[in-house]
């Protein structure tokens, strides 16, 4: 029998519902980042092992 596919150990998935107050809340901080003049970066959620466990991880 194959192994059922599941989540990353350390990860989670949110429903519907969570993801909605999520959203309004990053929304809600956004907005307000904005308005200051700051701009969205994105950054890796995930990293390879080698990378945290090498000289500064």
């Keep these: 029998m194959a ?3 599941g989540i ?3 990860t989670r998935d949110f429903s519907p ?6 959203n309004y809340i990053f ?7 904005h308005l200051f003049g700051y701009q969205q970066i994105e950054t ?3 990293e390879n ?9």
Excluded: C, H, Q, W
Excluded at 17 to 22: I, L
Excluded at 27 to 33: G, K, L, M, P, S
């Design 3 to 5: 192994a059922k596919p």
């Design 8 to 10: 990353p150990k350390g």
């Design 17 to 22: 519902v969570e993801m909605a107050k999520r």
């Design 27 to 33: 929304n809600t901080i956004r907005d307000v980042f």
């Design 44 to 46: 890796p959620s995930m």
């Design 49 to 57: 092992l080698s990378t945290l466990m090498g000289k500064y991880g």
